[in-house]
Structures are given as C-alpha cells and as structure tokens.
C-alpha cells in the first residue's frame, strides 16, 4: 500500500486540474493565436504562469486505485500489475483466468 500522504497528494492535483482547466485552456489559447498582439499574448503567458503549479494536468501521476502504486500501472484496468494479478487469482475479475501450460 502506497503512503497516504501521497495518495492524497495525487487527488488534490485532481481536484485542482479540474478546477482550472478552462482557466488554462483559455489563457493557451490565447497564448497560441499568432493573430493576436504580442503584448496581449505575453501577458496571457504571465497569468498562467501565476496560476498554482498543481493545476497542471500533467503534474497529475497514474496510481493503482486498489493499492496507490504508482508504477507497473494498466490504464485500462486502472491498477497496477500486482493487484491485477490478486484480483485475478482470486476470480475477481470477470473473464481473466489464470493461464498455466
């Protein structure tokens, strides 16, 4: 089991990301239009960088939702290798069966 605090942490960036999304994806796209002033464009880029660094989507990190690992993570499953080899042994998941030949 991954420590709390780190979990934690995780869904905090979560939280926040869903927050600020259309913030950020209005400021870039104003950052973005080569149409527009130089001027308004840098300004643009000052205010998103004022905006929490945690707010970013891609601070946000991929953990098993049975255990908080963070690595060897199955973005279809959600989970890690290790709870989904578990969750399988103990026929948990529909239609995975253990092979052995």
């Known amino acids: 089991m991954a420590k709390t605090s780190s979990v934690e ?3 905090r960036r979560r939280k926040m990301a869903k927050q600020y999304a259309a913030k950020r994806a209005k ?3 104003i950052i973005h239009n080569k149409s527009l002033p130089i001027e308004d464009r840098f300004s643009a880029q000052l205010k998103l960088a004022e905006l ?3 707010s970013a989507k891609t601070r946000i990190r991929n953990r098993c939702e049975v255990t908080g ?3 060897a993570y199955y973005r279809k499953l ?3 290798r290790l709870a989904l080899r578990e969750m399988a042994n103990l026929g948990l998941i529909p239609g995975m069966v253990k092979s052995s030949w």
């Open 69 to 71: 690992r963070p690595r």
């Open 78 to 80: 959600k989970m890690s």
């Open 27 to 29: 400021l870039k796209a």
């Open 52 to 54: 929490p660094r945690n």
């Open 9 to 11: 942490k995780n869904n």
